[in-house]
């Protein structure tokens, strides 16, 4: 069992940064390949980003590649999401979550844990 908790959304300027925060309960959240994903008012939900547990691999969405880097710290049970040059595109509730599956990591069905999610709103 694995919970989630994000955190460092807000309010920023269009060609700002933020950088959100996923901290993990649980001893084995070193196993585990994280993702972010994010969802705006009536769509669905979008895949940000993803890394495998080590690390070792990352994966982004066309959208953000490029302004956007995941990375995590397993010592800490903490995934996070760098996010620059943000555009008002970007806006949207962002979740993390955790997935045991070794494959398709952009499809959001694959995860197995969800956090409550962090509201980010960037302003032209």
């Known amino acids: 069992q694995v919970q989630l908790v994000e955190s460092g959304g807000g309010l920023v300027q269009a060609g700002g940064s933020l950088r959100l925060s996923c901290a993990a309960s649980?001893?084995?959240?070193?196993?585990?390949?994280m993702g972010w994903f994010r969802q705006a008012p009536g769509k669905e939900r979008d895949f940000v980003a993803a890394?495998?547990?080590?690390?070792?691999?990352?994966y982004y969405a066309d959208s953000v590649k490029g302004r956007f880097t995941i990375s995590r710290d397993n010592a800490k049970n903490t995934v996070y999401l760098q996010m620059n040059s943000l555009k008002p595109e970007d806006t949207a509730v962002y979740y993390c979550?955790?997935?045991?599956?070794?494959?398709?990591?952009?499809?959001?069905?694959?995860?197995?844990?969800w956090g409550q999610g962090t509201q980010v709103t960037v302003s032209s």
């Open positions: 979550a955790a997935t045991t599956s070794t494959w398709r990591y952009s499809d959001y069905t694959k995860y197995n844990y």
């Open positions: 649980g001893r084995t959240f070193s196993s585990y390949t």
């Open positions: 890394i495998t547990w080590s690390g070792g691999s990352t």
